[in-house]
T-cell receptor
Framework: KAGVTQTPRYLIKTRGQQVTLSCSPI?????VSWYQQTPGQGLQFLFE???????NKGNFPGRFSGRQFSNSRSEMNVSTLELGDSALYLC????????????FGSGTRLTVV | KNEVEQSPQNLTAQEGEFITINCSYS?????LHWLQQHPGGGIVSLFM???GKKKHGRLIATINIQEKHSSLHITASHPRDSAVYIC?????????FGKGTHLIIQP
């Protein structure tokens, strides 16, 4: 079956712009979570959505937001981009019970110039 | 202090050696996830375990809930095992990650 699909794979944006990233989960997975990975901070949890509702949120400013659609696809948006937002953004999907594990996408590498 | 600590941060070994990567956590968890990340960024889930031991091929993961400690072992290591290995604590509020162990297996 198809894995977790993230688009686009690479993105270059200018400071102050906004960006939208997309994540399509594995069929049947209703939970989608987002993560930011930087060389300095490693992997950090952004937020998690389940059945179109935000279930958890990490410690990131309000410029980072997300949503989930009825087909479980999710988008995350970053407004007013800063240089420090340059990172690999990963999403993962899982069944409702996280104990069954997560499947990660290949990520979107965002560069802010 | 990070809630999830991994050691070592970097590990270089010769092909064929037995590898151990350690993960300690200071928070209550429902499970622990071991992940593998190759250059280029893609993350592969290796194990999810909440007790005992799991084995897949040359990889073995163990967890001791009382001691809040997990280990990932690689037997008969091979250069293709070179990657970053990350442990992640599964909690009600999401995943908390260790900083990762950068493993290089030299032929």
């Amino acid at each position: 079956k198809a894995g977790v699909t993230q688009t686009p794979r690479y993105l270059i944006k200018t400071r102050g712009q906004q960006v939208t990233l997309s994540c399509s989960p594995i069929s049947g997975h209703r939970s989608v979570s987002w993560y930011q990975q930087t060389p300095g901070q490693g992997l950090q949890f952004l937020f998690e959505y389940f059945s179109e509702t935000q279930r958890n949120k990490g410690n990131f400013p309000g410029r980072f937001s997300g949503r989930q659609f009825s087909n479980s696809r999710s988008e995350m948006n970053v407004s007013t981009l800063e240089l420090g937002d340059s990172a690999l953004y990963l999403c993962a999907s899982s069944l409702a019970d996280r104990a069954y594990g997560y499947t990660f996408g290949s990520g979107t590498r965002l560069t802010v110039v | 202090k990070n809630e999830v600590e991994q050691s070592p941060q970097n590990l270089t070994a010769q092909e064929g050696e037995f590898i151990t990567i350690n993960c300690s956590y200071s928070v209550g968890i429902s499970a622990l996830h071991w992940l593998q990340q190759h250059p280029g960024g893609g993350i592969v889930s290796l194990f999810m375990l909440s007790s005992g031991k799991k084995k897949h091929g040359r990889l073995i993961a163990t967890i001791n809930i009382q001691e809040k400690h997990s280990s990932l072992h690689i037997t008969a290591s091979h250069p293709r095992d070179s990657a970053v290995y990350i442990c992640a604590a599964v909690r009600a509020d999401g995943l908390t990650f260790g900083k990762g162990t950068h493993l290089i297996i030299q032929p």
